[in-house]
């Protein structure tokens, strides 16, 4: 059998290969009871069902469960939503709509989170994203947020296996001070702002290496989640799709055409 690596440039919109749904954001906030606690996720496409989604955290380096402990509830999500989900508290919502600018749509404490605990991101039940290594107490480490906050770097897909080079950090401590003495403290006052909803996907994807002979790719550039392999030969082939972070999003085998 013969091997084929096909390497494809994502710019990250037209082919996500199901991965409609990630974590963008993290703040543990400087307010009175460390408030705003919360999440921020991107829907890359759009769902019609929230929830097949849920969250899990893991704090002090707990291991994960492999169980997620909050399900979303069964929302349409329109492609390009911006999703915030927060933990439970007194005045919380509030809170987080006066320091952020915008009013979140989910409560729940399983974000009732610092910035050295885990936050796994479950869909059907298996691991699609993440924010923290699973099983690491995170103090003193290069992703530690304490009274900070994480953001995912644009054009970056999900990735069940964390990555923190793959976000950017406030360091920790980096919102002590930004509450006022009146608690009307906002992000954009703060000398560390968390760049709430600013995470961008890409745009399209294409084919970079389409030269092997009796093999081809269409369509060329890709324009949407769908492209055909096609081969001369009918001896049976394994197809490896790369993103341009070099994270393999396809694995499969084929012999003739498979779309």
């Not at 402990?69 to 349409?76: H, I, K, L, V």
């Not at 809170?95 to 974000?111: A, H, K, S």
Request: charged share 15%; hydrophobic share 35%.
């Amino acid at each position: 059998n013969y091997i084929f690596t096909l390497l494809i440039t994502l710019c990250l919109t037209g082919a996500s290969f199901g991965q409609d749904l990630l974590i963008t954001g993290a703040i543990d906030g400087p307010l009175p009871g460390g408030f705003p606690k919360g999440i921020e996720l991107y829907a890359i496409n759009a769902i019609t069902d929230l929830s097949i989604y849920g969250i899990e955290s893991a704090g002090n380096g707990i291991a994960s469960s492999g169980t997620q402990e909050y399900t979303f509830p069964g929302d349409a999500i329109a492609a390009g939503t911006y999703i915030y989900l927060i933990s439970t508290g007194t005045n919380n919502i509030t809170l987080f709509t006066q320091y952020l600018g915008v009013t979140p749509q989910y409560e729940n404490n399983v974000v009732n989170i610092n910035g050295d605990d885990t936050v796994i991101l479950y869909k059907n039940g298996s691991i699609e994203d993440s924010i923290g290594v699973i099983g690491e107490d995170g103090t003193g480490k290069d992703w530690e947020h304490l009274d900070g906050w994480a953001y995912r770097n644009s054009g970056v897909a999900p990735n069940a296996v964390f990555d923190s080079s793959e976000w950017t950090f406030s360091g920790k401590n980096a919102l002590d001070g930004c509450d006022k003495s009146d608690d009307t403290g906002t992000n954009a006052e703060c000398d560390s702002v968390f760049p709430i909803g600013t995470y961008t996907y890409g745009g399209t994807a294409s084919v970079k290496n389409n030269a092997i002979a009796g093999f081809s790719t269409y369509p060329n550039p890709i324009t949407n989640n769908t492209f055909t392999l096609t081969s001369t030969s009918n001896e049976e082939k394994s197809v490896m799709v790369f993103n341009l972070l070099g994270k393999k999003v396809l694995d499969t085998r084929f012999s003739g055409t498979k779309s």
